[in-house]
């Protein structure tokens, strides 16, 4: 299964942009980036995804590099409720046929005010 | 439209006893994902299910877990004898069915909270 890297961590100040970056040299061709954020004691939500083309939605901009081996997540204006741990994630078709995701560790956002 | 449901949202149980984890998909979702996390850990996959069907265990334990996702009613997961180390969150996730599942969003449950005594 293909990986992504992401730092551990990150700090922002609010009303501030954030960009969040993932590695994922060993994407393979039909691979999509999706980014999720887990907010604290709740269940991750979907953020945004994409192929090759960057992409915009109402949450953020997703930034994929012309070789696809890294991408960035673009929060225009980081807010206290920005906080959480955001995962870039690989979504891959298992040997079985369906579709999981692969979680890695994450980077912990934390916004100051 | 609900979200996806899971209950109960928090989980008691001594080491030997039964856990059984219930999660209701978001309506017209024929996909369930189950994830655990443990403290201070990301999700791992554990399962993926259709109607009746089992697509992919290969995150499952291979002893005292299993889990179903019946035509009429939740999916369950169930762990049989827990022991501490089954101390996690679990999350179920479903998505709809048809497409190019590949970029299909995934949406998540609350997670229920397992603790083990």
């Known amino acids: 299964d293909a990986k992504t890297t992401q730092p551990n961590s990150m700090e922002s100040n609010e009303e501030e942009p954030v960009h969040l970056p993932c590695n994922h040299s060993t994407i393979s061709g039909t691979d999509y980036i999706h980014w999720y954020r887990q907010l604290p004691s709740q269940g991750p939500e979907y953020v945004i995804h994409g192929l090759t083309s960057n992409v915009n939605n109402r949450m953020a901009s997703l930034a994929i590099a012309e070789d696809r081996k890294s991408s960035t997540l673009i929060l225009h204006r980081a807010t206290l409720r920005d906080a959480a741990v955001y995962y870039c994630i690989l979504r891959d078709k298992s040997r079985a046929g369906g579709f999981k995701t692969i979680f890695g560790a994450g980077t912990r956002l934390f916004v100051k005010a | 439209n609900a979200g996806v449901m899971q209950n109960p949202r928090h989980l008691v149980r001594r080491r030997g006893q039964e856990a059984r984890l219930r999660c209701s998909p978001m309506?017209?979702?024929?996909?369930v994902y189950w994830y655990r996390q443990l403290p201070e850990e990301g999700l791992k996959f554990m399962v993926y299910l259709q109607k009746e069907n089992i697509i992919d265990e290969s995150g499952m334990p291979k002893e005292r877990f299993s889990a179903e996702f019946p035509k009429e009613g939740p999916s369950i997961l169930r762990i049989q004898q827990v022991v501490r180390g089954d101390s996690a969150a679990y999350f179920c996730?479903?998505?709809?069915?048809?497409?190019?599942?590949?970029?299909?969003?995934?949406?998540f449950g609350p997670g229920t909270r397992l603790t083990v005594l």
């Open positions: 309506k017209g979702h024929s996909h």
């Open positions: 996730a479903s998505s709809p069915p048809g497409g190019s599942a590949s970029y299909n969003e995934q949406f």
